[in-house]
Every structure is written in structure tokens, then in C-alpha cells.
């Protein structure tokens, strides 16, 4: 508007009749600019929604990430020039042509394209040994495969081919195999030194990640593959948690009962120290039948030790 009222002053001071019409062609011409450039960039995003299309029809990840962006960067582009076009009529012809189905494209895969790129970055963290953030960017890929349930289930989009979850799920479970890998690893560095105070320390990062593990190669299509994972991950690091379970037992069992004795709860105290006597009872029967490797004798003797002074405290207060 601020180019007509400019361009009708600069005609009436050269003293150049400006007809109505003229103004009006102008008008005119610059819709139809704007119109043309709006259906130009309609049918690139045309073009890339079909080769989005197509990668998910070949089930290639790899493809659907790499034009998921070109696709949102040009739908946000035809939006901008669909806004300059005249007319609402025209607009929402536009926009039903070209935007509306990109973006249910988009919607159908946002939210695997979002846990593929988790993926990676996690899969970088634990290359970097970065175990603490790679355990939290997995409670997020957890969030974000639940809220994908939600938001589908309640859009009503076509379902992608199974092997795209199935592949994702396939990447989720290796990565989390490594993520318990990386808690064992130290754990049994602790184990071999006999520094069962470590040991305590570590053992509810392993027990967790070894759950969390089950639980994600249960999500692996397969009978074959869950076993293999299975056989890879879960059974070493079951083997390591069996082989200490009960002495983490008793150490903690010990410290809690020097907190009653420290409250002077002398009874409890007495009580739990049966359950103490049960637990050692058990440890030897299980590690005799399953045949696990003997622990340092660093770790026995300290826990015995630390047994003799808690009754020694309980004698001297009789």
C-alpha cells in the first residue's frame, strides 16, 4: 500500500494522469506473483513429500531422517508464501493441496525420526563413556515412545512398516546391552580388588540396568535374536550380581544394624542378627550349588569383622 500511495504522488507532482486501473493491474499482477511463487514451492514440497513417502515404503530409516528436514523446512517456507497470496479462498486451496498433506507426513513420522536421532546421541555418549547421561537421555527415548502411542492412537495416521519400530527397538536394546556393560565393568573391577564398600555403592546402578535391559530386549522381535542379546548381556551380568547378592546383602544388613545400635535399639539389633546368620547360611548353599568363581577373601573378612564389632558392642552393653 505504502508503494501506490508513493507511486500516485510521484505521478501527480510530474503531472502524469493516474487512472484507477493502473493501480489496479498492479495490484493485480503482484497477486498473481505471489500466487505462482506459493504454487511453485507447493510442488517441491510436493515433490520431497512423495520421496518421504517412498523411504518409508522401502522401511529406510537412513532416507526418512535425511528428508523429514528438507520436508518441515519446506512446508515452513510454502506457509510464509502461501501468507502473501490474496485471498482467503486461495490461501486455504493452497494450503489443502500442498501443506495439509506434507504435514500429515510429517506427524506420521515425527516422533520415530525423533527417536532415531535420540538413538544416535546416545549411542555417541556411551562411545563416550558418558554412562550417567546416556541412562538419562534412555528414560527420555522411553517418554517419547509412550507419548508416540498417545499422539497416534488419538491421529488415527497409517501405521509405518513394522520393521521400522522393529529396527528401532533392535538399536535401543544393543545400546542399553552397552550401557549395562559399562555399570558391570566397574563393578567387577570392585569385586577383584575386594572393596565391598565400592562394591555396595555400584550394585543398584548394575541390578537397574540389568532389569531395564530384560526389559528392552523383550521388546525385540525375534525368538532368536531376544536370545542372542539375551545370552550376551543379561547372563554375564546375572552371573557377576548372583555371585555378590548376598554378601551386598549382609553388608548392608550390618549397617543397619549399627544404626540400631547407634539408637540403642538393642533388640532389633539382636533380631536382625539372625536373619544375618540366615543369609550366611544361604550364600554358602547357592554359591556351592551354582558353581560360582570365590570372591577375594578380602571381602569375607571384612564383613566378618565388621560382624564381630557390632557383637562386641551388643556384649558390652549387657
Known sequence: MKKIISFVF???????????????????????????????????????????NSAIKDEDMDMIDTYYDHLATGIKTLEQNIGKVPGATNRTKLTKTYVVPAKVTIE???????????????????????????????????????KAITIKQAGGYEELPISINSNLRVFEALLQGNILDLRVYPYEEAI???????????????TKQLKLTQQRIGQ?????????????????????????IYEISQYRLLNVISNDLIKNDIESAKQRFETLNRLKDRAAKIKEAGGYDSLPVEIEQFLRNKENTLLNQIESQK
Do not use: W
Open 10 to 52: 510521484i505521478g501527480i507532482l510530474c503531472c502524469t494522469p493516474i487512472t484507477f486501473f493502473n493501480i489496479e493491474h498492479s495490484v493485480s499482477a503482484q497477486s498473481v506473483s505471489n500466487y505462482d511463487v506459493a504454487v511453485k514451492q507447493g510442488e517441491k514440497v510436493k515433490a520431497i513429500n512423495s520421496l518421504l
Open 108 to 146: 506420521r513420522v515425527i516422533y520415530e525420526v525423533s527417536q532415531y536421532r535420540l538413538l544416535y546421541q546416545i549411542a555417541e555418549l556411551v562411545g563416550n563413556e558418558e554412562v550417567s547421561k546416556a541412562e538419562s537421555n534412555m528414560t527420555k527415548l522411553e517418554r517419547l515412545k509412550k
Open 192 to 206: 577383584d580388588s575386594g572393596k565391598i564398600e565400592t562394591m555396595n555403592q555400584l550394585y543398584d546402578h548394575v
Open 220 to 244: 525385540v522381535s525375534g525368538a532368536k535374536n531376544r536370545a542372542e542379546m539375551n545370552e550376551y548381556y543379561v547372563t554375564p551380568a546375572k552371573m557377576t550380581i548372583e555371585r555378590t
